[in-house]
């Protein structure tokens, strides 16, 4: 017997995550839906003694397709993205019924059978509007439930059990005008034969593809046959007959008709309006011009000194697990080529991805947190007046402040936008900002080659830091101006001020962890084969550059520990010179060179895609100072300004480094960043022209830089 199909389906914010839950326990698992990064959740119920499939679709306030969730929501609701649902369960907020029910209308015209969960009772108290009488005006059964405390789900499963029984109808509760019929009309004989109700449902119901002609009318732009945002996939025959037959009136007819009917008859069912007493209160401070905005800054630099301060030790404690895990393999196997690939390409690799777990599990519990609480909706709102100047979204702020710790989970944290063309233009100038890995590269070439002096060393750290943010907010400008895909108008900035509510830990731990394992699970793939091909090409051919001196028998004879380990160190930095990685290094040279670059920084350049802050150890191999040197170490800075050209003058000037900091203040130095880039985007493309752009910007910003230097007579 073919197991019964539910979705459950709402407006944000109506507790949809918490009834989903309640109703699945632990047999919920998280997917993305193919080819996006959206999730949809599904777990098993049991219904009448028979168990049942839950999906639990993204949030939305209607089916018009303008952004990803709301095509996924109507693909599950109509069954065109698969199989058609037995019942649709739709959460609607006790509190704001009417605006919940606008949700409704649109699935049952569309012919599902739907069963209310009228969700936030608890919340409305007084205000909640009787249940039969609701359900007797929208035609379905409406059954209060608190999920928290399990409250009325028996009685919402025993409701479900029986619409599974009931016939597919598509009731209107407002009339089209003529002119609308005949563009319905025009529409519905575009429509592909498996798109009918025929083939759905197994009989016709004709007003359900009527249904169906109205949603293809109304959600494309008059005249233009073109989509709100790139995530519609309409045929074309129907695009085609749509985009003659629809005028503007045509477009905002159904939608002020279904708002009409909602105005006038649900207010007579709610005898009071709810207590929002609390809510406007906080707002009038968090929501004001100045002390809101203070606050706000206020709660971000705890968010993230909080962030920076609990991830370190659990960064710090899994990098070391893995090097010593890798020492160990390399005492019980002994040297060889199996034991350098176990013990620096694999294990090194898996510490490569599970580095980057701590920030994204803590940034993902702070943003879980403020979410459920309501704060993360007021922060949006906020800061979209300054980011709307650069043509980003008011949330596209969290993701670009979380990239001062990491791009990875910043990049993550772009799921917080609704529509594709704002999460794309946010990845990609997150990796812009300056992240915690660049960190060591700058106190290196500072410290080196430009200044020693505490104070001057400290503002030209704040000065990079103030770069990278006039840097992606220009790119962001820049690109929403040129790219194509990203050139879509900027819908208006409509966002939920939620009332604020005591976050729900259980829900805030389950997204956390969801998110996070979905990283190891699909990026971390990605970043292990990088590593491991990059280990690769750093450590092949393993064999010393013709001419070489004999340095087995040079560390025999060597007197201390010590020169023996000097000897071993230019050992590493002759074989690092003469790997595939070394050759490239001189190969590049040519390119480089007009930034001021020479091979020895084109290795470290290259070894940088590990992690920038790898760049540092690559130069101690280099410089023959050991791969263990960091960016304090004195005999890697003394050999970097003891470095001499060929005509004796110095190799790495305070132009270079300002050159060097700049190209890595803009060069997408990252495999880790790419690989979740193209994860999160669902294909090659972005990931790719990220990297090809900033690494542009990178050369053309350094290369003016240095040649400019030269011009005004520095060196």
């Given at each position: 017997m073919t197991r019964p199909q539910l979705v459950l389906a709402g407006n944000p914010n109506v507790g949809k995550t918490t009834l989903f839950n309640a109703l699945t326990g632990l047999t919920a698992k998280v997917s993305n839906y193919p080819g996006i990064t959206v999730e949809v959740r599904t777990g098993s119920v049991t219904l009448a003694g028979q168990t049942a499939d839950l999906h639990d679709v993204p949030g939305t306030y209607s089916l018009a397709a303008r952004s990803a969730e709301e095509t996924i929501a109507f693909?599950?609701?109509?069954?065109?993205?698969?199989?058609?649902?037995?019942?649709?369960?739709?959460?609607?907020?006790?509190?704001?019924?009417?605006?919940?029910a606008y949700l409704l209308l649109q699935c049952q015209e569309l012919g599902a059978r739907c069963v209310v969960a009228l969700t936030m009772i608890d919340e409305a108290k007084g205000a909640t509007p009787d249940p039969a009488k609701l359900g007797a005006l929208l035609g379905c059964e409406v059954v209060p439930v608190t999920a928290r405390t399990r409250t009325g789900l028996p009685l919402l499963l025993q409701a479900v059990e029986r619409a599974l029984t009931a016939e597919h109808t598509a009731p209107w509760r407002w009339t089209p005008t003529t002119e609308l019929t005949t563009a319905i009309?025009?529409?519905?004989?575009?429509?592909?034969?498996?798109?009918?109700?025929?083939?759905?449902?197994?009989?016709?119901?004709?007003?359900?593809?009527?249904?169906?002609?109205?949603?293809?009318l109304t959600c494309i732009e008059p005249r233009t046959g073109t989509p709100d945002d790139d995530e519609l996939g309409l045929p074309d025959a129907v695009r085609t007959a749509a985009t003659a037959a629809l005028t503007d009136a045509q477009h905002d007819a159904p939608i002020v008709a279904r708002w009409r009917w909602l105005d006038t008859s649900i207010p007579p069912l709610v005898t009071q309006k709810p207590d929002r007493t609390r809510t406007e209160r906080i707002d009038r401070i968090l929501l004001h011009r100045v002390l809101g905005f203070a606050i706000f800054l206020g709660v971000m630099a705890v968010v993230f000194m909080t962030l920076f301060a609990w991830s370190a030790p659990l960064i710090d404690a899994v990098d070391n697990s893995f090097k010593a895990l890798g020492e160990v393999v390399h005492e019980a196997l002994g040297a060889g080529i199996f034991t350098d690939f176990l013990a620096d390409g694999v294990i090194a690799g898996v510490g490569g991805v599970l580095v980057f777990l701590p920030q994204i599990l803590l940034l993902f519990l702070f943003l879980g947190f403020l979410e459920d609480c309501g704060y993360l909706a007021r922060v949006a709102y906020l800061m979209d007046r300054i980011m709307r100047a650069m043509n980003l979204h008011g949330r596209a702020f969290i993701p670009m402040l979380s990239g001062f710790a990491c791009a990875i989970p910043a990049v993550m944290a772009t799921r917080t936008m609704e529509r594709k063309r704002d999460r794309i233009l946010t990845m990609m100038v997150v990796p812009l900002m300056t992240c915690s890995a660049r960190l060591p590269i700058y106190t290196l070439v500072i410290g080196t080659l430009i200044s020693g002096s505490p104070v001057t060393g400290g503002l030209l750290m704040v000065g990079m830091y103030i770069f990278s943010v006039l840097s992606a907010l220009a790119a962001a400008w820049v690109l929403s101006k040129t790219v194509k895909p990203l050139r879509a108008k900027r819908l208006p900035f409509l966002i939920e001020l939620p009332p604020y509510r005591w976050p729900r830990l259980t829900d805030v731990l389950r997204m956390m962890w969801s998110r996070s394992s979905m990283f190891l699970k699909e990026a971390g793939t990605v970043i292990l084969v990088c590593s491991i091909a990059l280990w690769a090409l750093?450590?092949?051919?393993?064999?010393?550059?013709?001419?070489?001196?004999?340095?087995?028998?040079?560390?025999?004879?060597a007197p201390t520990d010590e020169a023996k380990a000097a000897i071993r160190n230019h050992e590493k930095g002759a074989l690092l010179e003469n790997s595939f990685g070394g050759r490239l290094g001189h190969t590049i040279e040519p390119v480089i060179a007009p930034l001021g670059f020479d091979w020895k920084i084109g290795i470290g350049i290259i070894g940088a895609f590990a992690a920038r802050e790898v760049f540092v150890s690559t130069m101690g191999i280099v410089y023959s100072v050991g791969g263990d040197a960091d960016e304090e170490s004195e005999p890697l800075r003394q050999a970097l300004q003891d470095e001499r050209r060929p005509d004796g003058s110095k190799a790495y000037t305070p132009l270079v480094g300002f050159s060097l900091m700049i190209f890595f203040a803009l060069a997408c130095q990252c495999m880790s960043t790419i690989a979740v880039v193209k994860r999160e985007s669902g294909s090659w493309r972005w990931p790719l022209f990220m990297f090809a752009y900033m690494t542009g910007l990178a050369y053309a910003t350094s290369f003016l830089?240095?040649?400019?230097?030269?011009?005004?007579g520095f060196e």
């Amino acid at each position: 017997m073919t197991r019964p199909q539910l979705v459950l389906a709402g407006n944000p914010n109506v507790g949809k995550t918490t009834l989903f839950n309640a109703l699945t326990g632990l047999t919920a698992k998280v997917s993305n839906y193919p080819g996006i990064t959206v999730e949809v959740r599904t777990g098993s119920v049991t219904l009448a003694g028979q168990t049942a499939d839950l999906h639990d679709v993204p949030g939305t306030y209607s089916l018009a397709a303008r952004s990803a969730e709301e095509t996924i929501a109507f693909d599950a609701i109509t069954g065109l993205g698969g199989r058609v649902p037995d019942v649709v369960i739709l959460c609607m907020d006790a509190t704001q019924v009417a605006r919940s029910a606008y949700l409704l209308l649109q699935c049952q015209e569309l012919g599902a059978r739907c069963v209310v969960a009228l969700t936030m009772i608890d919340e409305a108290k007084g205000a909640t509007p009787d249940p039969a009488k609701l359900g007797a005006l929208l035609g379905c059964e409406v059954v209060p439930v608190t999920a928290r405390t399990r409250t009325g789900l028996p009685l919402l499963l025993q409701a479900v059990e029986r619409a599974l029984t009931a016939e597919h109808t598509a009731p209107w509760r407002w009339t089209p005008t003529t002119e609308l019929t005949t563009a319905i009309d025009k529409v519905k004989l575009a429509l592909p034969a498996e798109w009918r109700s025929e083939a759905r449902y197994g009989r016709e119901v004709p007003a359900a593809d009527d249904a169906l002609a109205l949603w293809a009318l109304t959600c494309i732009e008059p005249r233009t046959g073109t989509p709100d945002d790139d995530e519609l996939g309409l045929p074309d025959a129907v695009r085609t007959a749509a985009t003659a037959a629809l005028t503007d009136a045509q477009h905002d007819a159904p939608i002020v008709a279904r708002w009409r009917w909602l105005d006038t008859s649900i207010p007579p069912l709610v005898t009071q309006k709810p207590d929002r007493t609390r809510t406007e209160r906080i707002d009038r401070i968090l929501l004001h011009r100045v002390l809101g905005f203070a606050i706000f800054l206020g709660v971000m630099a705890v968010v993230f000194m909080t962030l920076f301060a609990w991830s370190a030790p659990l960064i710090d404690a899994v990098d070391n697990s893995f090097k010593a895990l890798g020492e160990v393999v390399h005492e019980a196997l002994g040297a060889g080529i199996f034991t350098d690939f176990l013990a620096d390409g694999v294990i090194a690799g898996v510490g490569g991805v599970l580095v980057f777990l701590p920030q994204i599990l803590l940034l993902f519990l702070f943003l879980g947190f403020l979410e459920d609480c309501g704060y993360l909706a007021r922060v949006a709102y906020l800061m979209d007046r300054i980011m709307r100047a650069m043509n980003l979204h008011g949330r596209a702020f969290i993701p670009m402040l979380s990239g001062f710790a990491c791009a990875i989970p910043a990049v993550m944290a772009t799921r917080t936008m609704e529509r594709k063309r704002d999460r794309i233009l946010t990845m990609m100038v997150v990796p812009l900002m300056t992240c915690s890995a660049r960190l060591p590269i700058y106190t290196l070439v500072i410290g080196t080659l430009i200044s020693g002096s505490p104070v001057t060393g400290g503002l030209l750290m704040v000065g990079m830091y103030i770069f990278s943010v006039l840097s992606a907010l220009a790119a962001a400008w820049v690109l929403s101006k040129t790219v194509k895909p990203l050139r879509a108008k900027r819908l208006p900035f409509l966002i939920e001020l939620p009332p604020y509510r005591w976050p729900r830990l259980t829900d805030v731990l389950r997204m956390m962890w969801s998110r996070s394992s979905m990283f190891l699970k699909e990026a971390g793939t990605v970043i292990l084969v990088c590593s491991i091909a990059l280990w690769a090409l750093l450590a092949f051919p393993r064999e010393l550059p013709a001419g070489s001196p004999d340095y087995a028998a040079m560390i025999e004879q060597a007197p201390t520990d010590e020169a023996k380990a000097a000897i071993r160190n230019h050992e590493k930095g002759a074989l690092l010179e003469n790997s595939f990685g070394g050759r490239l290094g001189h190969t590049i040279e040519p390119v480089i060179a007009p930034l001021g670059f020479d091979w020895k920084i084109g290795i470290g350049i290259i070894g940088a895609f590990a992690a920038r802050e790898v760049f540092v150890s690559t130069m101690g191999i280099v410089y023959s100072v050991g791969g263990d040197a960091d960016e304090e170490s004195e005999p890697l800075r003394q050999a970097l300004q003891d470095e001499r050209r060929p005509d004796g003058s110095k190799a790495y000037t305070p132009l270079v480094g300002f050159s060097l900091m700049i190209f890595f203040a803009l060069a997408c130095q990252c495999m880790s960043t790419i690989a979740v880039v193209k994860r999160e985007s669902g294909s090659w493309r972005w990931p790719l022209f990220m990297f090809a752009y900033m690494t542009g910007l990178a050369y053309a910003t350094s290369f003016l830089v240095y040649q400019g230097g030269k011009l005004l007579g520095f060196e």
